[in-house]
């Protein structure tokens, strides 16, 4: 079976969830005897086609663009599918991309869209670009072969919303890798932040508004603590809100840029809270990683994050800066532990993929349009 991915920016070590999502999915597929080939954006990856772990990524040109670039990649990357791939399946990322699901269809292939998160409640997006979104959502679940949802929550809302298609809506989540889970010495955390083990607090992901980095450096310079807050993650643009976060850096307000491999896991391993203050999110891999590395993690409570079933204690009100720092204060005296085993079986990738590949392969075979 061969599955045609549009909608990420590429793989591999590309910042940012959806494509942290494919790099795990996809090579387990492949070890499970489909063929994947993902079309990138261009200003993105640096070769024009390569193969990553059975992958084949191909880089198709994009304007990189904030508001622009997801429609105007997928739109190109769909014609090259049906004109060169000749996939079985396309499978779109995201409720940008879904707004071509009909597209696809008319060419006459079948879509898969794995629904990310409601991206129309990003605070970057205007009135129209939020609607744009909202139609890209319909588009997806009326005329894809299958959707697939990472939040548990938002899987049951469409449900409800779309009675007729809730037959070919699943709950297929974000998964956590039991790799952040070993053992690793404090020797491996980046040498030049100057960072000891359980001496930060943590937070990983793009600087942009949603995420609510504003938010966790306004508590930390609110609250009392004595050790360092640690942000790991870059911009996608280098925009106002991006420059406006970075100019707060100081002695104990660190920006470590990317990080990845044996850093990120170190910087997890030994924090001595990790903090997710998003204002928007699908299911947070970064709050997985965290766990899966043994980590208290304190999240917002917007429903994609308790979809996770943190601990009561975990849970801050989105927004509350005031909430927050009183957590950050107090992390010692909150409950939240967490059962480890437990979540390292509900967020699996293996099994994951499995499904994954069961439910693609069923379209695939079938023609299905549930």
Request: proline share 4%.
């Amino acid at each position: 079976m061969k599955i045609c991915a549009i909608g990420l920016r590429g793989i591999p070590d590309v910042m940012g969830g959806i494509e942290s999502h494919c790099q795990q999915l996809y090579p387990r597929m492949v070890e499970k005897g489909d063929s994947i080939v993902v079309i990138a954006r261009s200003p993105y990856v640096s070769r024009k086609k390569y193969t990553y772990k059975g992958v084949e990524v191909v880089s198709v040109w994009t304007l990189k663009h904030k508001f622009l670039e997801t429609f105007m990649h997928t739109f190109f990357a769909i014609l090259y599918a049906r004109i060169f791939v000749h996939p079985d399946v396309v499978h779109l990322h995201a409720i940008g991309p879904a707004l071509f699901t009909p597209l696809a269809r008319l060419l006459g292939m079948k879509v898969v869209v794995t629904h990310h998160g409601a991206d129309y409640d990003r605070q970057k997006w205007n009135r129209l670009a939020k609607f744009i979104l909202r139609s890209g959502e319909k588009m997806g679940v009326l005329f894809s072969n299958r959707m697939f949802v990472v939040g548990k929550t938002l899987t049951n809302k469409l449900k409800n919303e779309f009675p007729n298609q809730s037959g070919k809506i699943y709950y297929v989540p974000n998964g956590m890798l039991p790799s952040f889970a070993g053992e690793i010495s404090a020797s491996a955390l980046p040498e030049e932040l100057g960072l000891s083990s359980n001496s930060y607090v943590l937070t990983v992901g793009r600087l942009v508004p949603e995420k609510g980095f504003h938010d966790l450096v306004a508590a930390y310079k609110k609250s009392n603590i004595s050790f360092k807050l640690v942000i790991v993650g870059q911009a996608d643009h280098q925009d106002e809100y991006a420059c406006r976060l970075v100019e707060q850096a100081s002695d104990n307000i660190i920006f470590a840029g990317r990080r990845s491999g044996d850093e990120l896991k170190a910087l997890y391993k030994h924090a001595r809270v990790f903090v997710l203050p998003s204002y928007h999110e699908g299911l947070p891999i970064v709050a997985l990683e965290a766990i899966s590395a043994g980590t208290p993690v304190i999240l917002s409570d917007i429903l994609p994050n308790k979809d996770i079933e943190a601990p009561l204690d975990s849970y801050f009100e989105v927004g509350n800066i005031s909430d927050l720092a009183e957590k950050i204060s107090h992390v010692d005296s909150l409950d939240l532990a967490l059962d480890q085993e437990k979540f390292l079986y509900n967020f699996n990738w293996d099994r994951i993929a499995e499904k994954s590949s069961t439910l693609v392969k069923d379209i695939a075979e079938k023609g299905s349009s549930l």
